[in-house]
């Protein structure tokens, strides 16, 4: 695995993913303040979203790495994006914890479409490597 790109087509992810999130929420109105009680509907968008994002970023990083693709090599590329959006969540997270405490980052990790949600990542990941 071509670790630096890896961390790098996560990183685009991250952000992509953020801003395509940001403006589904414009867009639907929906509510952020508490995380359980976001609408099925509305998680189930950003999960296929998610996904097709997820999967153009796994070409792109198999097209320009020149890592030969495989299951084994999908699925590192899931971990890595799974661990660099911890990261970044971490980040993003640490002022609303220092402000209002660990009831949100709680709410958003006990969700389990978050769970849902990451384990399509890596099964995105890994789907795009599989395939020769």
Do not use: C
């Amino acid at each position: 695995m071509n670790l630096k790109r890896g961390v790098v087509v996560g990183l685009a992810l991250y952000f992509i993913t953020f801003i395509v999130g940001v403006l589904l929420t414009i867009f639907s109105k929906v509510s952020l303040e508490s995380p359980q009680n976001i609408p099925t509907t509305y998680w189930i968008i950003t999960i296929i979203v998610t996904v097709l994002l997820t999967s153009i970023a796994s070409i792109i990083y198999f097209h320009k790495s020149g890592t030969k693709r495989s299951v084994k090599e999908g699925f590192k590329l899931g971990i890595t994006f799974g661990i660099v959006g911890f990261i970044l969540d971490m980040l993003f997270f640490i002022p609303a914890i220092v402000s209002s405490g660990t009831s949100l980052i709680i709410q958003y990790y006990s969700n389990p479409s978050f769970y849902i949600t990451l384990l399509l990542v890596i099964a995105s990941a890994t789907f795009i490597g599989s395939r020769k």
